[in-house]
């Protein structure tokens, strides 16, 4: 860290401060200012955080200028086309790629970790059928914290690491025991001859009256899609997993807070509302009408898997998928898969339009995953349940860097109030 300062003066009383600037191994300066009121009197105010760090983290980095993304330091293009999920976790857990020796020690551990407890499936029998899968995560991951009381400990690195091996192994267990409940079919053990990915389409699609065999192309499509979607520094949800985790709260809540996060359509819940807006437009003859209807601001309408507020060029991840997009779909012999038709002209119209030029509004990651995982026959309701079991591995990783710095203190940002100034209590009788 620098030694550089800044000076701000306040212009109506002349009172100034000196503020430390910090520099990071790479990107803009950033002002330190935990001083500022106790030098100024005065709080910042930065709705959305738009301009605001919360923290330091040496997990993963984004251009949003010119469209890079680093886990870890390597560009997310090279893991996507060279890595399996577990190494990028691995990866991202303790910031070194692993050795051979390493992977397989940790794809064990992950392994003999994917069972869940037979009493929490009574969990899921609290649920309605028909219950959104995701609101069944919030639930079942939640429950979790009342489990494992030999490895609670936050304040032990060795701890928190087995609730980091548990989240990962586990999610895609629970995540296909949702879906089960959902269609009312009996929840598939996991399988310990399977790697992740092809257990997880495993646990989804067989039945006790039959063997799935998972389709390699499948599990090479979600292997691509969980290494894109496993970490995306101080998002949304990553964010209140690490602002529950700041008041020391169990891992296990902390991630269902996370989950609960990731649902809403503005952030991992795009990707299904992505195919629930292609539905609705239905036809490519109806695709300036709904860009007319993104446009108004006195309609709600948004193009779903559009925009973002980091990447102001393209989405790295959305350029690889999209490649990726088109080589499963034709691959599984469904090139006129019409949805995909439909996204493309309603991407072509959009990329040249104005509107969407102006305010650098570019197709993101998930304009383009709901389509793959739909080729893949994973319902819709499935689709942000997908991303929650990858971007565990990043809620998990930042929970751990968070833990562990001696910096950590409880998030609590400030706010301006704006209700009434101070007033006498009246007596219901004079109300
Ligand atoms: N359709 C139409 N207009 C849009 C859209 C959109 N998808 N996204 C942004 N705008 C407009 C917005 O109305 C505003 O216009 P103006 O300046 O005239 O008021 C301008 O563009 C800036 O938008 P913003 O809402 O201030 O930007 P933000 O950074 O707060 O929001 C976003 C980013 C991703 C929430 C937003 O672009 C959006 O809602 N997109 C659709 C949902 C989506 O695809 N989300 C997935 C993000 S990628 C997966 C993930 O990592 O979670």
Redesign the pocket.
């Known amino acids: 860290m620098s030694e550089k300062t800044i000076t701000l003066t306040n212009n109506s009383d002349g009172r100034t401060v000196d503020l430390p600037l910090y520099k990071g191994t790479i990107g803009p300066e950033v002002m330190d200012i935990g001083k500022l009121y106790s030098g100024m009197g005065i709080f910042t105010y930065d709705p959305?955080f738009?301009a605001t760090g919360s923290c330091r983290s040496s997990i993963t980095y984004i251009d949003g200028d010119k469209g890079n993304l680093w886990y870890r330091g390597y560009p997310i293009e090279q893991l996507a086309e060279r890595a399996k999920f577990l190494e990028v976790a691995y990866l991202l857990l303790y910031g070194e790629l692993p050795s051979l020796d390493q992977l397989s020690e940790f794809e064990r551990i992950i392994r003999y970790h994917s069972m869940i407890n037979e009493t929490l499936k009574n969990f899921f029998d609290g649920f309605h059928f028909n219950a959104h899968p995701m609101a069944v995560m919030v639930g079942v991951v939640g429950s979790l914290s009342a489990f494992y009381h030999d490895s609670l400990d936050i304040n032990n690195p060795r701890h928190r690491e087995i609730s980091a091996h548990r989240m990962i192994a586990k999610m895609p267990t629970i995540a296909a025991a949702s879906y089960k409940h959902n269609v009312g079919e009996p929840f598939i053990y996991p399988r310990n001859d399977l790697d992740y990915c092809a257990n997880f389409l495993h646990m989804m699609f067989a039945t006790p009256c039959e063997e799935y065999v998972p389709d390699p192309l499948a599990v090479k499509a979600v292997n691509l899609l969980f290494i894109l979607h496993a970490d995306?520094e101080q998002?949304?949800?990553t964010s209140t997993v690490r602002l529950a985790g700041s008041s020391q709260a169990n891992p296990f809540a902390c991630l269902a807070s996370g989950i609960a996060s990731?649902w809403g359509?503005?952030?991992?819940g795009?990707?299904e509302?992505?195919l629930d807006m292609l539905r609705e437009i239905g036809d490519v003859s109806n695709v300036d009408k709904y860009i007319a209807k993104?446009?108004d601001?006195n309609d709600p309408?948004?193009?779903?898997?559009?925009?973002?507020?980091v990447y102001k060029n393209h989405?790295p991840r959305a350029t690889i998928i999209r490649k990726v997009c088109h080589e499963i779909l034709e691959s599984m012999a469904d090139t006129d898969n019409p949805m995909f038709e439909l996204a493309l002209r309603l991407e072509e119209v959009a990329l040249e339009d104005e509107?969407?030029v102006e305010?650098k509004?570019y197709p993101?990651?998930?304009?383009y995953s709901g389509i793959i995982y739909r080729a893949l026959n994973i319902p819709n309701s499935m689709f942000t349940v997908m991303?929650a079991i990858a971007r565990t591995v990043g809620w998990m990783a930042h929970w751990m860097e968070m833990m562990s710095d001696p910096q950590q203190r409880i998030g609590r940002p400030r706010q301006i109030y704006t209700g009434h100034d101070r007033r006498d209590y009246v007596g219901i009788e004079r109300r």
């Open positions: 959305g738009i995306h998002n949304a949800s990731l359509p503005a952030h991992g795009a990707n509302a992505v993104a446009k601001k309408f948004r193009l779903m898997g559009f925009g973002h507020r989405d509107y969407f305010r509004l993101n990651v998930d304009f991303f």
